[in-house]
Nanobody
Framework: QVHLVESGGGLVQAGGSLRLSCAASGRSFSSYAMGWFRQTPGKEREFVAAITSNGGSTYYADSVKGRFTLSRDNAKNTLYLQMNSLKPEDTAVYYC?????????????????WGQGTRVTVSS
């Protein structure tokens, strides 16, 4: 079992920045690849970014590439998503997720564990 808790969401003006964190507890964090997804009402969960279990590789959705940076600190069991140049269309609930598959995973189905989500609101 892996328990994930997101934090760092909030209200920010367009062009601003936020850093989301995802604290993990339970089984070895470093054995899981991680991802961030986001969801708005009435829409399916959307892939944002993913990172391999060892942190060596990352992958981003085109919509956030160049603005968001995903990283992890396996010593602290924590995943980070630095979000810069935020746009109103980034408004969503953001979820971190863990999968035992060590590589990059962009679909939600292979992720076994999910956090409760943190809300990000970007005002125009």
């Amino acid at each position: 079992q892996v328990h994930l808790v997101e934090s760092g969401g909030g209200l920010v003006q367009a062009g601003g920045s936020l850093r989301l964190s995802c604290a993990a507890s339970g089984r070895s964090f470093s054995s899981y690849a991680m991802g961030w997804f986001r969801q708005t009402p009435g829409k399916e969960r959307e892939f944002v970014a993913a990172i391999t279990s060892n942190g060596g590789s990352t992958y981003y959705a085109d919509s956030v590439k160049g603005r968001f940076t995903l990283s992890r600190d396996n010593a602290k069991n924590t995943l980070y998503l630095q979000m810069n140049s935020l746009k109103p269309e980034d408004t969503a609930v953001y979820y971190c997720a863990a999968t035992p598959y060590p590589g990059i995973v962009v679909l939600p189905a292979p992720y076994n564990y999910w956090g409760q989500g943190t809300r990000v609101t970007v005002s125009s």
